[in-house]
């Protein structure tokens, strides 16, 4: 049995490498503890580069100058609560100017919702009419099929570049413990995937 850190981690590595086989360069992202899974493969993903902003409106911003000066999507990340809420402005800017941006926050599993948790919000539909699409992942499972997560990051990526450019929400709840407890395979890049320009 894989233990749930590893998991997370695992997890994280495909859908980061197929956001990169799709395209995707460019990374900022806002420290938080319930992100760290997708933060690591970020940083251990060849041929991403990386962004740390603290600040995840300015992070927002940030990333959509990048995404808009090389019309490619970036990739922002942030932890779950409220620090998502703070993209707010650039992603309605986004919206307005016709900006691929991919917004990935962290999220608490479904067992700390509506219960009161730290730093826990409902962040389904977070930004509302403002993004062309909304994903809301499930929490890491064992067995799960890289392929389909890096399908999935394929898909995203063409959501927010055709037909008509924006930023697309993908929200990841992840369970304790975050980080893997032990050694993790190497990160290694996926051939490139076409989407449509």
């Keep these: 049995m894989i233990d749930t850190g590893t998991l997370n981690f695992l997890w994280s590595q495909a859908l980061v490498a197929g956001f990169v086989a799709a395209g995707c360069e460019h990374a900022v992202l806002s ?3 319930r992100s760290t899974p997708l933060a690591l493969a970020m940083l251990r993903q060849p041929g991403l580069q990386c962004t740390v902003a603290v600040d995840e409106r300015s992070a927002a911003f940030f990333a959509l100058g990048i995404a808009k000066a090389s019309q490619r999507p970036a990739l922002l990340l942030a932890t779950s609560g409220t620090a998502p809420a703070n993209w707010l402005p650039a992603v309605i800017e986004a919206s307005q100017s016709g900006v691929p941006l991919i917004l990935l926050s962290a999220d608490r599993p479904p067992e700390l919702q509506d219960c009161g948790a730290n730093q826990t919000i409902d962040q389904r539909g977070l ?6 699409a ?5 929490t890491p499972s064992e067995g799960f099929a890289p392929g389909y997560l890096q399908r999935l990051a394929a898909r995203v990526c063409e959501q927010a570049s055709w037909p008509h450019p924006g930023p697309v929400h993908v929200n990841q709840p992840f369970r304790e413990p975050l ?9 290694v890049a996926l051939p490139k995937i076409t989407v449509s320009p």
């Design 134 to 138: 909304s994903h809301l992942l499930g």
């Design 179 to 187: 980080v893997p407890t032990g050694a993790t395979s190497p990160t």
């Design 31 to 33: 420290p938080g503890s």
């Design 127 to 132: 930004f509302g009419s403002h993004v062309r």
